[in-house]
T-cell receptor
Framework: DTEVTQTPKHLVMGMTNKKSLKCEQH?????MYWYKQKAKKPPELMFV???????INESVPSRFSPECPNSSLLNLHLHALQPEDSALYLC?????????????????FGPGTRLTVL | GQNIDQPTEMTATEGAIVQINCTYQ??????LFWYQQHAGEAPTFLSY????GLEEKGRFSSFLSRSKGYSYLLLKELQMKDSASYLC??????????????FGRGTQLTVWP
């Protein structure tokens, strides 16, 4: 089973709203990732958690705030977003961040949340 | 810097064979991945290469030459459902690149009947 789930599937929010995106995996993976993807572009890495600790923050604006409550869950808290933040937000997980186990450390993606900021 | 290059678009006919090339220049290398992404959906894992040579998985095969910084994805017996974007990604192997995927821009494949 390589399933990563994300909720909600679609989200429309105003620039003053606060909302959260949720991601869950039950594969025992210890690395989890947030990506942002605009139309016809590849995914852009935002954050990486490894063993529930933030390992990488790709200079993402503070209006995006990640949280990893436990090894299975990853949240992305959104506040005061801009219309240009509208995109597909993808969560992914892998056995380990290091990739030392070869194909076992493949990143598996969730279905994404389609976010529209008005 | 990390540079992954692949063609933007390709077209082919149902039943045909298509080869999507990917060249890369990266500061480190710990495997190359191919993902398939249908419009509006998440990328799904297709194949992985870390050693030189060909990996075959049903209708899909992937090849890697590390010395040339080159990979290709070969799709045989094309079907309409193969119309999608194909993403080539190289995994970093050290420091701040450890475990990161560096993606090409994706190749949009259209399969015609």
């Amino acid at each position: 089973d390589t399933e990563v789930t994300q909720t909600p599937k679609h989200l429309v929010m105003g620039m003053t709203n606060k909302k959260s995106l949720k991601c869950e995996q039950h594969m025992g993976h210890r690395a989890m990732y947030w990506y942002k993807q605009k139309a016809k572009k590849p995914p852009e890495l935002m954050f990486v958690y490894s063993y529930e600790k933030l390992s990488i923050n790709e200079s993402v604006p503070s209006r995006f705030s990640p949280e990893c409550p436990n090894s299975s869950l990853l949240n992305l808290h959104l506040h005061a977003l801009q219309p240009e933040d509208s995109a597909l937000y993808l969560c992914a997980s892998s056995q380990d961040r290091a990739g030392s186990s070869g194909v076992t450390d493949t990143q598996y993606f969730g279905p994404g949340t389609r976010l529209t900021v008005l | 810097g990390q540079n992954i290059d692949q063609p933007t678009e390709m077209t082919a006919t149902e039943g045909a064979i298509v080869q999507i090339n990917c060249t890369y220049q990266t500061s480190g290398f710990n495997g190359l991945f191919w993902y398939q992404q249908h419009a509006g959906e998440a990328p799904t894992f297709l194949s992985y290469n870390v050693l030189d040579g060909l990996e075959e998985k049903g209708r899909f095969s992937s090849f890697l030459s590390r010395s040339k910084g080159y990979s290709y994805l070969l799709l045989k017996e094309l079907q309409m459902k193969d119309s999608a974007s194909y993403l080539c990604a190289v995994r970093g192997d050290r420091g701040s690149t450890l475990g990161r995927l560096y993606f090409g821009r994706g190749t949009q494949l259209t399969v015609w009947p």
